[in-house]
């Protein structure tokens, strides 16, 4: 796998940006519904940008290590009772950071973290 030459400046950007903030434009969401936990909702994704950095500046990284970082940084969100557009959030933070260093597929993880199963056969 390959991974994009600015992947690690983007996930340094994407770590020191506000997170879980009400966005009604671009992904229309609505804000935490609990606001108290925003430190801790944003140091957990914040853990996961650490976590792909980690594999990205590997030797040879893998779309299964970064696969794998995504099922250890969700099961941090797992013992939070998080509503549902809290939870999509989440999921679509974890979209970013694959973009950004180039990988296609969470391999159905995303899915069965924010469904309970993968759609997809």
């Known amino acids: ?23 009604t434009v671009r992904t229309f969401y609505p804000g935490l519904a609990d606001p ?5 909702l944003t140091d957990l994704i914040n853990q996961s940008v650490d976590d ?3 594999v990205a500046v590997s030797d040879q990284p893998t779309e299964k290590q970064f696969q794998e970082k995504i099922s ?3 099961s941090r969100f797992t013992p939070l009772q998080l509503d549902t557009e809290d939870r999509a959030r989440v999921c679509a933070y974890y979209e970013e950071l694959m973009d950004m260093v ?5 391999g159905g993880i995303l899915n069965n973290w ?8």
Request: hydrophobic share 40%.
């Open 72 to 74: 250890i940084g969700l």
């Open 102 to 106: 180039g990988l296609e597929s969470s």
């Open 1 to 23: 796998m390959t991974i994009p030459e600015k992947a690690i400046s983007d996930l340094d950007l994407f770590k020191s940006a506000s997170k879980f903030d009400q966005d």
């Open 36 to 40: 108290e936990v925003k430190p801790l």
């Open 52 to 54: 792909f950095k980690e």
């Open 114 to 121: 924010m469904y309970g199963f993968d759609p997809a056969p």
